[in-house]
């Protein structure tokens, strides 16, 4: 809710259900809420109604002292995290990056559980991507549909590419922007085995 600036009512409402029904779901004085009743808030926040039911799962959210939301996402690990299942599951450390929960709300509806942060390493992307930045990557966007920069696995590296399809010939061009590089012979989609697509950038000033 916090990440979608959603209140009890906004939620009851956009779920279709009673506003009385929510608010006791959500403070916790009804015990066994229907599984019907928990599908339909499932759906209106764009997440699975296991991560409801398990109080492991979902975004970690914090406040300020002024009641501010912040969000908490995960960093990935590709010697720990395989694959592009949801990083919920493995323990959070101190390298971690808080979002204001309004602004990441506004920057995607991907629920904060199927983003994770990647950190790049080398100058290949160059000016638009420099050594050191962070990266906000959407692990929902494992297909290379749209054209843009990924995040793209090799064993325990991670590489960050930039990835033009060609839907006629059903291939993809892995690039990197800076010309020092070389491009990367066309490969078929499943040869790429993809983590997300970069959707922020993040650098010092």
Same mark, same amino acid.
């Given at each position: %809710?916090?990440?979608?600036?959603? $209140? /009890?009512?906004?939620?009851?409402?956009? +779920?279709?259900? &009673?506003?009385?029904?929510?608010?006791?779901?959500? #403070?916790?004085?009804?015990?066994?809420?229907?599984?019907?009743?928990?599908?339909?808030?499932?759906?209106?926040?764009?997440? #699975?109604? +296991?991560?409801?039911?398990?109080?492991?799962?979902?975004?970690?959210?914090?406040? &300020?002292?002024?009641?501010?939301?912040?969000?908490?996402?995960?960093?990935?690990?590709?010697?720990?995290?395989?694959?592009?299942?949801?990083?919920?599951?493995?323990?959070?450390?101190?390298?971690?990056?808080?979002?204001?929960?309004? =602004?990441?709300?506004?920057?995607?509806?991907?629920?904060? &559980? /199927?983003?994770? %942060?990647?950190? %790049?390493?080398?100058? #290949?992307?160059?000016?638009?991507?420099?050594?050191?930045?962070?990266?906000?990557?959407?692990?929902? /966007?494992? #297909?290379?549909?749209?054209?843009?920069?990924? @995040?793209?696995?090799?064993?325990? &590296?991670?590489? @960050?590419?930039?990835?033009? +399809?060609?839907? %006629?010939?059903?291939?993809? @061009?892995? $690039?990197?922007?800076?010309?020092?590089?070389?491009?990367?012979?066309?490969?078929?989609?499943?040869?790429?085995?993809?983590?997300?697509?970069?959707? =922020?950038?993040?650098?010092?000033?």
């Amino acid at each position: %809710m916090a990440a979608l600036s959603l $209140s /009890q009512k906004g939620l009851a409402q956009l +779920a279709g259900l &009673n506003d009385t029904a929510v608010r006791d779901i959500v #403070s916790g004085r009804s015990r066994h809420p229907r599984h019907d009743t928990i599908e339909k808030l499932a759906e209106a926040l764009g997440c #699975s109604a +296991a991560e409801l039911l398990d109080d492991k799962a979902g975004p970690v959210v914090r406040a &300020n002292s002024d009641g501010e939301g912040y969000v908490l996402i995960a960093r990935y690990d590709p010697r720990k995290d395989a694959g592009r299942e949801t990083l919920t599951g493995h323990d959070r450390t101190f390298a971690d990056a808080a979002f204001r929960a309004e =602004w990441l709300a506004e920057l995607t509806r991907t629920p904060a &559980n /199927q983003l994770a %942060m990647v950190t %790049m390493t080398g100058d #290949s992307m160059a000016p638009t991507v420099g050594d050191g930045d962070q990266l906000l990557v959407d692990l929902t /966007q494992w #297909s290379p549909g749209t054209d843009g920069i990924y @995040v793209v696995r090799q064993g325990d &590296n991670l590489l @960050v590419k930039r990835l033009t +399809a060609d839907p %006629m010939r059903q291939q993809v @061009v892995m $690039s990197s922007d800076n010309p020092a590089y070389a491009s990367l012979a066309p490969l078929a989609p499943a040869e790429i085995d993809l983590l997300g697509r970069v959707i =922020w950038i993040g650098r010092k000033a």
